[in-house]
Nanobody
Framework: VQLQASGGGLVQDGGSLRLSCTAS????????LGWYRQVPGKQREMVATATTSGFVGYGGFVKDRFTITRDAAKNTVYLQMNSLKPEDTAVYYC???????????YGQGTQVTVSS
């Protein structure tokens, strides 16, 4: 499975961005698509995930600011991020959960920077 992410950038405090991630390859092995983020020196953390069975989950810090949606026909997930804060600044990684080893794959990161 390969993941192609896009949509990062620079935005002001309170602004919005939309990230996109398109999967290709062994699509049938995907159980979930979502987003993680990482700040230098800190662990990667889950932002949002959407499973093929319809479950949607968010990291605790999201607090209704972000929405993940999935277009199954396009093998794409979107992350709409509103009310962005400077502490949301991070590299955001698209993630796919798989039914087989390696069970998790990440795409290339996309930088999100929120200026105060």
């Amino acid at each position: 499975v390969q993941l192609q992410a896009s949509g990062g950038g620079l935005v002001q405090d309170g602004g919005s961005l939309r990230l996109s991630c398109t999967a290709s390859g062994d699509i049938a092995s995907i159980t979930a698509l979502g987003w993680y983020r990482q700040v230098p020196g800190k662990q990667r953390e889950m932002v949002a995930t959407a499973t093929t069975s319809g479950f949607v989950g968010y990291g605790g810090f999201v607090k209704d600011r972000f929405t993940i949606t999935r277009d199954a026909a396009k093998n794409t997930v979107y992350l709409q991020m509103n009310s962005l804060k400077p502490e949301d600044t991070a590299v955001y990684y698209c993630n796919a959960g798989l039914v087989h080893n390696p069970y998790n794959v990440y795409g290339q990161g996309t930088q999100v920077t929120v200026s105060s």
